[in-house]
Structures are given as C-alpha cells and as structure tokens.
C-alpha cells in the first residue's frame, strides 16, 4: 500500500472518502500520513487545533508525500483519533474561546461537540475510527455533521470499522486489503458482508468460542 500511494499518488475528488479494512491493514497508517503530510505541507497554521498529533511510533510514511488541492488554502478541520482526543479537547476551550468543556462530556457527547462547534468550516477532517466513542445514534449523528462539513465546502477522509459510518450517501468507498487500496461498493467491501452473515445468523460465529 505504501509503496503503490508513493509511486502512483491518490486523488481525492469526492467530498467524502472512507477507507475499510481489517486490523493492521494501514489505515490508521494512511491516516497518520495524510495528517502529517497536510500539517508540514499544504495545511495553514492559522487553527492551532490542527495537529497531527502523533508519537514516536507514528510512520515515517507522511514525510514521502506531497498534498496538493485547491486555493486559497483551506485552513478549517483536524486530525481526530482516539489516541489525541483527549489531550487535543483539554487544549480546545481555551483557544476556541468556548465555555465547552469537551472533557467533561461522554466520549460519545464531546467528539460530536468538537466537531460541530468547529470555528471555520472549509477545510480537510480526518477522522481515524471515530465509531469508537459514538453509540448507533451518535453514528447517525456524526453522518449529519459530515454532511453539514460537505454542505459547507469541506472534505472528510474517515478511516472506519462501521458499516453505518462507510454508508455515507454518495462517498467513495477504499478498502484495503491484500491487493492494496481499491475502490468498491459499500456493500461489496468484507465489513458489510461479514456484519450481515453475523446478523443473518450469529450462531454461525459464536458457537466457535
């Protein structure tokens, strides 16, 4: 996957792309390069929100690309994963001038809040497995924020284990897996095909516990 992206490039034409696949597929690797890419190349500092915010362990991979888009420069959105939220919605209060304290709301309740109190609305959002603080509602409710984002001029790329989340009307759908990165129907990528044999009959995987 890495090595394809380096050499081919990736276009993003539609407002909305999500990208699917098993665990240690590289998506949260795709992700993390994307944001670091945008951060130290395309991406305007005048939201100090705007971070990559990873670690020591994060890939190299960002360093090797090149983001590209249109002008003027978007400046809106952010980089959401589970592994900085916290830490980035101590810092929102006092820089958004807000009295929302994210941190003193659910998981679920403060990435919601974040997103659609954002103070400039065109820009790049990235959203690494958001599924992870949202309930089947709040799913429901993220899916209207996008929409919100696109409706404004904004671009999302989400990364995601949810079938309700890839169903974004009109989005295009990236699964990886052991050909690389390829583009597919919703309802042909292996999450949608495996939840619905579950939900056809879950006795068929849990009677191998």
Known sequence: M??????????????????????????STLMEALASAWTSGFHGAEDALWSAGGG??????????TCSGTR????????LRAE????????????????????????GQS??????????????????????????????????????LVDEGSQVIMATHSP???????ADVLELGDDGLTSTAWADTDMVRNWSNFFDSPER???HL
């Open 72 to 79: 003027p420069q978007p400046y809106g959105g952010c980089f």
């Open 2 to 27: 890495v090595d394809e992206i380096v050499r081919l490039g990736m276009d993003f034409d539609n407002p909305v792309t999500v990208v699917v696949g098993e665990n240690g597929s590289g998506k």
């Open 111 to 148: 990435f919601l809040q974040y997103v659609a109190d954002r103070p400039v609305g065109v820009g790049l959002w990235l959203l690494d497995e958001p599924e992870a603080a949202l309930s089947f509602s709040s799913c429901l409710g993220l899916l209207a924020v996008m929409k919100d």
């Open 205 to 207: 995987f849990l009677r």
């Open 56 to 65: 020591e362990h994060d890939t190299d991979f960002g360093r090797h690309l």
């Open 84 to 107: 900085t939220m916290h830490s980035m919605f101590e810092r929102a209060t006092p820089v958004r001038g807000t009295d929302t304290v994210y941190n003193a709301m659910s998981h």
């Open 164 to 170: 309700l989340l890839a169903a974004f009307p009109g």
